[in-house]
């Protein structure tokens, strides 16, 4: 079992750094590589930068990481995205963009998701 290193970490954090699409890409899809072995520290990472000034960041982590630590960690982590999303609005715009997948894709998991996006519409605007 792999587990996120200090150096994978460190990495991971110079790609979404730089601001270089093709960096920060690689560096999400590297993230989301740990959702399933390593969610604490993937989280941390999200939370982390979830809330970036960069979109494109944000994007990232949204389709190659958070969405898919939904997908497995649902119960665990939607409490703790639904409280980020509606008090700051770049996660919500990171939230925002995910898919359901796996565990999300639940009926009444999907409707707790359909209705944080409704919330933060109502609250941050359109995302």
């Not at 890409?25 to 982390?48: I, M, Y």
């Not at 939607?78 to 995910?98: Q, W």
């Amino acid at each position: 079992m792999s587990f996120l290193s200090r150096d994978v970490i460190a990495d991971i954090e110079t790609g979404l750094g730089t601001g270089e699409e093709q960096r920060v890409w690689q560096a999400a899809v590297r993230l989301g590589d740990f959702v399933e072995v390593a969610p604490n520290e993937v989280w941390s990472l999200v939370t982390k930068w979830g809330d970036s000034d960069n979109d494109e960041v944000r994007m990232a982590l949204a389709t190659c990481v958070l969405e898919h630590l939904l997908e497995h960690h649902f119960d665990r982590y939607f409490p703790l995205v639904e409280e980020l999303a509606l008090t700051n609005s770049r996660f919500a715009d990171t939230f925002s963009s995910c898919w359901q997948f796996g565990q999300s894709e639940a009926p009444e998991n999907a409707a707790r998701m359909a209705s944080l996006n409704d919330r933060i519409r109502k609250r941050h605007g359109a995302a």
